[in-house]
Every structure is written in C-alpha cells, then in structure tokens.
C-alpha cells in the first residue's frame, strides 16, 4: 500500500466519492444541465455558493446512488473557479475530486497532523448544509496529488 492510500485510510471516516465538481463556463450552467440530463443525470439540487467561493452550483445524480456531479458557474471575476477557467485557456473541466466522510473535523485534524497542505484554516459552511474543507493539489510534496480535493460532511448521512 502507499503512502498517500495508508495516508488516507487513517484519516478518520472517508466513506466514498461524494462528487467529482466541474467548472463551467459563465453562462453555459443550464445548457450542461441539459447535456447531463441526455445521458440519464437528473438536477437535485442548485444554490449561490457566495463568500469566497462566488459560484452558481447545480448538483446532479444518477439514478439513487450517492456519487453526485457538481456543476460550478462562477458568478465574479474574482470566483476560484473563473481563475481555473482562465487557467484552463477559457476552457471548463475539472475543479475538484469531494471525498465523504463521517466528521470534517477529524478528518481535518488527522490530514493536518499527517502533513497535508490544507487551503482552509478550519471546517466550514459548505453548500446544502454540509461542512468542507479543501486540500491543496500540491499536498504531500513527496508525492502530489495534481487535483484539489474537497473532504464533505454530509449531516444528513450521519
């Protein structure tokens, strides 16, 4: 087993892939829903990220499983998400892998003591009452992920 996979397994809770999140471009976040919607996703939920995420979100599900798509929108120039858009060439794609778990806080506590580079300074207010934090691509130095990764805390799955 490696590093990272021993890494994570001993972070408390990690249950499964709760959503893979792709940026859209400003505009184009009801013409993908439709896309989506083509090949048997449904919308089960949108919402106003603001603070300092600034995105318009669409969820989407595939039949009853937990994994979800999250479709992201910036809504400002400023948004994370406009810079990845502007960093890809004006391109969408992805921004982020979201990995469930039971507690945003004891992951939180068990990645930063294992020397993950953590963006966030603490657990926070998350879209659809859930609690995030988010994880530099460039964690772990020795062997680096290359993607963002957002650990969720679903209070609904509890």
Excluded: C, W
Excluded at 79 to 90: A, H, M, T
Aim: hydrophobic share 40%; net charge negative.
């Amino acid at each position: 087993m490696s590093s990272i996979q021993e890494d994570l397994k001993a972070t408390p809770g990690i249950k499964f892939v709760d959503h893979i999140a792709i940026a859209v471009k400003q505009g184009e976040l009801d013409s993908q829903i439709q896309a989506y919607a083509m090949i048997g996703f449904k919308e089960i939920h949108r919402e106003e990220v603001l603070g300092s995420d600034q995105v318009r979100e669409a969820l989407l599900q595939i039949g009853d499983g937990p994994n979800l798509i999250q479709l992201l929108e910036p809504l400002t120039p400023e948004s994370p998400v406009q810079k990845l858009i502007e960093r890809n060439g004006g391109r969408g794609g992805l921004a982020h892998v979201a990995f469930r778990v039971e507690s945003a806080q004891q992951a939180f506590d068990a990645m930063k003591a294992s020397g993950f580079q953590i963006i966030d300074k603490a657990p926070r207010k998350g879209s659809r009452g859930t609690t995030v934090f988010f994880v530099h691509p460039k964690s772990r130095a020795e062997n680096p992920f290359g993607f963002l990764i957002e650990i969720v805390e679903d209070p609904e799955s509890k």
